[in-house]
């Protein structure tokens, strides 16, 4: 959805593979979105459905071998990130684009020191001289809200905590101040007290420093705390994308149904679960048609045989399902 | 921890474990059947004569009494004296000990200088042709018997193309015109810096082949440990945070990874190292390099206790100390056992 | 809606548990061919064994392998009739060689195994009953391994009467403390597992544990150690041939050839050549295999 200004990061039918002994997989078979500056997207979905593939993708950062970008466009400030050399790729990551990843505690190097990591990025990406440099690593501490910033520089990660490691690495990754931020499932390895702090962190930052953010997750009650719009992803396609509220009051693709479903609320008296059937599929040999056909309520003969295209019901609110056509 | 109460630490257990290294020796050198006496007597001498001998070495004591005066001996400083050569085995060491020294940290220093890059070249190019071909080599230098490289390559080099001499340490017409100061018993070291430099290219070229030679087996491991510990550590977390930070490759691998997987490659080294000390005496033998190993073979096939116990305690107390330095560098690597309280080993 | 689906019965249950495993087996397979190196390996051993076992068949003069002399052919070289010379008795290399190999895969084996006999037991009992037991079985482990292997087998090798099999028990006396630690590093880790546990609960005898439970689980680590070691018994084993507390004469082995072929150089290569061959292959042969085996095995421990 474009605005008045072109957004910050628009992904065009990305398709990453993997060519594994066991077989060919299309991890993401034509995923697209966009992130506007200062706005913070979700993307949800189960493990294994490529949340991480799609983080990994934008960055260039999928292991090659097994995997591979085999198509789609990935526009970062209005360049196509994909057809950039890898050396023009290296000033990107880091310094305009940043990631945070899921497990904290094993993200940071053993055997360097929280200062000694922060000031290598700072003097690789800035070129300022090492006395400067621990002084900014200091000052990025001191904006994620670590407790003593200057004394945690000659910590050695395994001193810290898991919620002071995550603001470590958010502070590695914010230290060039970054126009966009992919959070792949920052607060999963943490505990609940501290998943807030930090979630309430990112939204902070977002404000303060005009960040975009690309939040990961497979916790539905984050993105509806957090996010301002949300893309729904299930086997390796975008099924549903648009506004927060929006979605979360009109679901209209039946995965996204079956997700909040799923989820037990408060106000309703109590009842069983509702369980979206089946499984997720074999991505080595994935249903034809629909993805998702196989566990559908709605499925018809159709949803066999073609992929849905996407559809505007709303302002806001795409759907790839044949339903709304 | 401190570094000193860390090193008292490991220091603690060489004791114990020298002890009964000398029990075990002790007892499997006297399992031997067969009369040292009269291996000394020789053949021609009468029963007098070897009963003569053995009182004087006092072999026909008991078992234990044996022991325990070697013992006290050895822990008063004195190794006994060789059967064979009639020399103090003590200064028979002294004599012998820097040959070997020098080639095994020759040996070894080749092995380390090729072979830590090779490992990285073949870690970061997994299965394609130079990670295949390293392999391979690597493996081929594991597999080859080091006396046979040895005797190929005196074949080739020395005796065909006369490249390089074949025998011992120095060639003795050329110690005759520069004779070398004994300083440190390093030849490579006291020519060097005696500026003996005829003598430093006469030593160069004697030390060379063996050198080789003994370098293929850690070279070899020295490359697979690499490899295998650096491709452990390249699917690390901390890895993909520094690639996402925008570092670039060389620098990840460089400074990143190899730090964290230089850890393992180090025990592997140290005990390679006091391996190589241990069981040099094989291309010792073919090259007539005048060290330890050959020295100890000599006792071992000629049973001559007091060199045996005297060689084999040397062996072991390299090797505790190759263990202890080792130890000791994990410290320095790895923060996390500078910080610990305890160290699990 | 449809009738209910009969439980599986317990043989559903096992099918469907061996198709699984056949699966597992399928792609550690294909991923254990995939590799030129181990593939090479794999055709060296199986090589290895054929010339072995067809020995009489293939050796051109089987007599040459035990004590027939041809005084008045010794030290010949390679030519039609002797393809690898003779030896300073005038036996024909080839055929010794050939014989050797047998010799060679009794080495191998009978020092693995005797050090996995020694070793294993010692290592399981010290991992899992631990404290006082544990240090002491392992402070013997260190003092053994301190006096480096080929030492203390020649050691043990002039001890006995030097011979074949002395030479083997040597070995093995200077290598269970190896697989002892290995083995005590694996159970060490599976002994805080759930399932130990629970075995305790029941009641199961401490022995039993020990042998039932806990070992099956070490079996693929003691594989891919006893793999990657079977080459460097050989080594050591023809090491100790070559300094004359191994194999005797008239026996065909490789080091012992070697050994006596040294005596003869520079003028006489074969001798000294084509034996040392024969012992780079097989030890090639078995470490690459040994090699192939660990990446296989050893991702799946690690998960």
Redesign the interface.
Same mark, same amino acid.
């Given at each position: 959805m474009n605005g008045p200004m072109p957004p910050l990061l628009e992904v065009q039918a990305l398709r990453t593979r993997f060519e594994t002994y066991a077989g060919t997989v299309d991890a993401l078979d034509g995923v697209s979105f966009s992130l506007k500056r200062g706005e913070i997207l979700g993307l949800v979905g189960e493990t294994g459905c490529g949340k991480s593939v799609t983080a990994l993708s934008l960055m260039r950062l999928v292991p090659d071998p097994p995997g591979r970008i085999v198509g789609g466009r990935v526009l970062f400030k209005g360049q196509d990130l994909l057809a950039l050399p890898e050396r023009a790729m290296g000033h990107i990551r880091g310094r305009e684009m940043a990631m945070v990843y899921q497990e904290p505690m094993t993200a940071l190097n053993p055997v360097f020191t929280v200062g000694d990591l922060l000031s290598e990025v700072i003097i690789h990406h800035r070129g300022i001289r090492k006395a400067e440099a621990r002084g900014e690593a200091a000052e990025a501490l001191r904006l994620v809200g670590m407790p003593d910033p200057v004394g945690t520089l000659l910590r050695y990660p395994h001193e810290l905590s898991g919620g002071m490691c995550q603001r470590a690495v958010l502070a590695l990754a914010l230290v060039c101040r970054p126009d966009l931020l992919i959070a792949d499932e920052p607060t999963t390895a943490l505990d609940v007290t501290i998943q807030a702090q930090i979630l309430r962190l990112i939204r902070d930052l977002r404000t303060r420093l005009g960040l975009g953010v690309l939040l990961i997750t497979h916790d539905l009650g984050v993105v509806a705390q957090l996010c301002d719009r949300v893309a729904v992803m299930y086997a390796g396609t975008i099924v549903e994308y648009g506004a927060v509220r929006e979605i979360f009051h009109h679901p209209q693709h039946p995965y996204t149904q079956g997700l909040l479903e799923a989820l037990p609320r408060i106000q309703e008296t109590a009842s069983r679960l509702q369980a979206i059937e089946g499984t997720v599929p074999n991505l080595f040999a994935p249903p034809p048609g629909c993805r998702f056909h196989p566990r559908c309520r709605h499925a018809r003969e159709i949803c066999r045989i073609e992929r849905p295209k996407v559809i505007t019901t709303a302002p806001e609110h795409d759907v790839a399902c044949v339903l709304y056509e | 921890m401190r570094f000193w109460s860390y090193l008292l630490q490991r220091l603690g257990f060489v004791v114990p474990i020298l002890f009964l290294v000398t029990v075990i020796v002790f007892v499997i050198s006297h399992v031997i059947p067969g009369d040292p006496a009269h291996v000394i007597a020789g053949m021609y001498a009468s029963e007098a004569q070897v009963h003569t001998l053995r009182q004087e070495f006092g072999l026909d004591r008991p078992l234990w009494e044996q022991y325990w005066i070697s013992f006290r001996r050895m822990v008063a400083g004195d190794l006994g004296t060789s059967l064979y050569t009639k020399r103090p085995v003590l200064s028979d060491l002294i004599t012998y000990f820097p040959a070997t020294l020098e080639l095994t940290t020759f040996a070894m220093l080749l092995a380390i200088v090729f072979g830590i890059p090779l490992g990285v070249i073949s870690a970061r190019r997994t299965n394609q042709a130079a990670d295949q071909a390293t392999r391979f080599s690597s493996l081929a230098g594991l597999s080859m018997p080091a006396f046979w490289v040895g005797l190929l390559l005196q074949i080739l080099l020395g005796f065909s193309w006369g490249l390089l001499p074949t025998r011992g340490r120095v060639d003795s017409l050329v110690t005759l015109d520069h004779p070398i100061r004994q300083l440190t018993g390093i030849y490579l070291f006291d020519t060097l810096v005696t500026g003996n430099w005829a003598g430093f290219k006469d030593v160069a070229g004697h030390i060379l082949m063996p050198g080789v030679v003994l370098a293929l087996g850690p070279l070899g491991l020295i490359v697979r440990m690499t490899r295998s510990s650096l491709l452990d550590v390249l699917r690390e977390e901390y890895i993909k945070t520094a690639r996402g930070a925008g570092l670039p490759e060389n620098r990840v691998i460089y400074r990143h990874a190899l730090r964290n997987a230089l850890i393992p490659t180090v025990t592997v080294i140290g005990s390679m190292y006091g391996f190589l000390l241990g069981g040099s005496f094989v291309v010792e033998s073919v090259f007539d390099w005048p060290g330890i190993g050959l020295w100890g073979v000599n006792a071992i096939l000629n049973l001559d206790f007091p060199a045996i116990i005297g060689a084999t305690l040397l062996y072991s107390l390299l090797r505790i100390v190759c263990n202890i330095v080792v130890d000791l560098s994990y410290y320095f690597l790895d923060p996390q056992i500078k910080l610990a309280g305890k160290y699990e080993g | 809606m449809d009738a209910p689906t009969p439980a599986p019965t317990w043989l559903d249950q096992w099918w469907v548990g061996q198709a699984a495993r056949l699966q597992g087996y399928r &792609?550690a397979l #294909?991923?254990f061919l995939?590799? +030129?190196?181990t593939v090479t390996g794999v055709a060296v051993i199986i090589l290895l064994f054929l010339v072995a076992a067809a020995a009489p068949v293939l050796a051109p003069y089987p007599e040459d392998a035990g004590t027939t002399t041809h005084l008045a052919q010794r030290l010949q070289p390679p030519s039609r009739a002797h393809l690898l010379g003779t030896d300073d008795l005038g036996r024909d290399i080839l055929s010794r060689i050939i014989y050797g190999t047998r010799l060679t895969i009794q080495i191998g084996f009978v020092v693995t195994v005797l050090s996995l006999v020694i070793g294993v037991p010692i290592g399981a009992i010290a991992g899992f009953l631990g404290g006082k037991i544990d240090e002491a079985l392992m #402070?013997?482990a260190?003092? &053994?391994?301190? =006096? +480096? @292997?080929? =030492?203390l087998a /020649?050691?043990?090798a002039?001890? /006995? #009467?030097p011979s074949i099999t002395n030479a083997m028990i040597a070995i093995s006396v200077a290598w269970w403390p190896w697989y002892s630690r290995v083995v005590r590093g694996q159970v060490l880790s599976l002994r805080e597992r759930t399932f130990v546990e629970a075995a305790r609960c029941v009641g199961v005898q401490r022995r039993r544990i020990i042998f039932s439970h806990i070992l099956p689980n070490c079996f693929s680590i003691i594989l891919v150690q006893a793999s990657l070691q079977v080459?460097n018994a050989i080594?050591t084993a023809?090491?100790l041939s070559?300094?004359?507390?191994g194999a005797q004469p008239p026996l065909p082995e490789w080091?012992l050839m /070697?050994s006596v072929g040294?005596g003869f150089? @520079?003028e006489v290569?074969w001798f000294?050549?084509f034996?040392?061959i024969a =012992? &780079?292959i097989t030890?090639?042969g078995f470490? /690459?295999l040994g090699?192939g085996l660990r990446d296989i095995l050893d991702p799946r421990l690690r998960r």
């Open positions: - | - | &792609f #294909r991923r995939a590799s +030129p190196l #402070r013997t260190d003092a &053994f391994q301190s =006096i +480096p @292997p080929l =030492i /020649l050691a043990v002039a001890a /006995l #009467r080459g080594l023809a090491a070559f300094v004359g507390v080091g /070697l040294r150089l @520079p290569w000294v050549t034996p040392g =012992i &780079f030890v090639l470490n /690459l090699d």
